[in-house]
């Protein structure tokens, strides 16, 4: 099933770094807010209003656009049980969904697979940046990575099989020394084949790719316009991945957090108004997430790294609106200075797994949880 037969697509988007939740999402009814942050409080009266308790930070005009509209949902409080302030371990949690041990699989490497079993579609996974996220990693899994589109193909001149063989056994002979042979080298062959077919399958994306939409000239929203691309170009892919960052906002995190919101919720709105203009929004998903929120006092030009955090849905077939409950502020609710998550992050994934994608979350969330229900079985 490709996306031309308007089998459901899901676009992942980290906010790497760990996201500050509450001036993303700002309580600016609640006191607590403003006591707690007295050099990075948000004025009550730039606040971007959702509600009588929560608005948005003044540069999410574009996504509070979105939220008016309906094709929006807030999920607050998200995160998992003992949390940890580690960048790395965080990330590792939401990317394999195992929270109390160490996982091999991706929590979406296990979708595509279930996806595309017998591996026929090298780009039923594309991942838009450096590297392969751990999130996509799983032995079966076809997923191809393109750092750039417009300078994607440069290996596309070795075309003869035994020019390919050779490189690709120099790939594996790379990471021989450090996982040994076998299983491992096996893997890592194969994904190297994979990208490989997946450059002259996606070379021919930016032919037929035309818009009148004019992104701006930064890292997301070229990202975007990438995933715009593909998805336009009916290659039959299933799963976007892409990141934005950095969200480690230790110091001077006014000026940093306002510029990412305002490059994220621009390159979003142009991404959506893209697919509408062409059709081809009615099938797509899209997560946006972060490895964890920051500390609710800040620490006079920035925040640390905290725990709880915020995640949000978006598509014309999400049902908008806010999910769950704001964690409570006050000191006597916090664990060791953070917010406390209440909503465990394998629940929307779940929510999205089963009510999107028509899959059995159990096997690939490691466990059954309720659905926040943002989107409709």
């Known amino acids: ?39 990075l409080g948000i004025p009550e009266d730039t606040v971007l209003k959702l509600d009588d308790e929560v608005g948005f930070h003044p540069s999410m005009r574009a996504m509070k656009e979105i939220y008016v509209r309906g094709d929006m949902a807030i999920i607050h409080g998200v995160g998992y049980r003992n949390p940890s302030r580690s960048h790395f371990r965080s ?21 595509v697979r279930e996806l595309d079993p017998e591996g026929e579609n090298p780009v039923t996974a594309v991942n838009i ?6 999130a996509l990693v799983a032995p079966g899994a076809s997923v191809s990575c393109v750092a750039d589109l417009s300078t994607y193909g440069l290996l596309t001149g070795i075309e003869r099989e035994a020019r390919r063989t050779k490189m ?14 076998g299983v491992v080298t096996d893997y890592l062959r194969q994904t190297g084949t994979d990208l490989l077919k997946g450059v002259d399958i996606l070379k021919s994306a930016l032919a037929p790719y035309t818009s009148d939409v004019e992104y701006a000239s930064n890292g997301i929203a070229s990202s975007l316009r990438d995933i715009a691309t593909i998805h336009l170009a009916d290659l039959g892919t ?46 797509v998903v899209m997560l946006l997430f972060s490895e964890f929120g920051r500390r609710v006092r800040d620490n006079g030009s920035g925040t640390d790294h905290g725990a ?15 999910y769950g409950e704001y964690p409570e502020t006050g ?17 929307a994934y779940s929510n999205i797994v089963e009510d999107w994608l028509g899959l059995d979350a159990t096997p690939i969330v490691n466990g059954r949880f309720q659905h926040p229900g943002f989107i409709a079985g």
């Open 1 to 39: 099933m490709t996306a031309t037969a308007k089998a459901p697509v899901l676009v992942v988007l980290q906010l790497t770094g760990g996201n500050d939740y509450m001036n993303t999402v700002i309580p600016y009814a609640d006191s607590n807010y403003y006591d707690s942050r007295p050099a």
């Open 91 to 111: 990330m590792d949690i939401w990317h394999t969904a195992e929270p109390d041990g160490v996982a091999t699989e991706g929590w979406l490497g296990r979708v």
């Open 129 to 134: 940046g450096q590297g392969l996220p751990r």
């Open 168 to 181: 690709l056994d120099r790939f594996a002979a790379m990471y021989a020394p450090a996982v040994g042979t």
């Open 238 to 283: 299933r799963i976007f991945y892409t990141e934005h960052g950095s969200f480690d906002t230790h110091g001077a995190q006014a000026g940093t957090h306002a510029r990412l919101w305002n490059e994220v919720s621009e390159a979003i709105s142009d991404f959506w108004h893209d697919l509408r203009e062409h059709g081809a929004d009615n099938n």
């Open 308 to 322: 709880a955090g915020v995640a949000f849905a978006i598509g014309p077939k999400v049902k908008g609106g806010l």
């Open 331 to 347: 000191a006597a609710a916090l664990s060791e200075g953070d917010l406390v998550s209440n909503l465990d992050f394998r629940s």
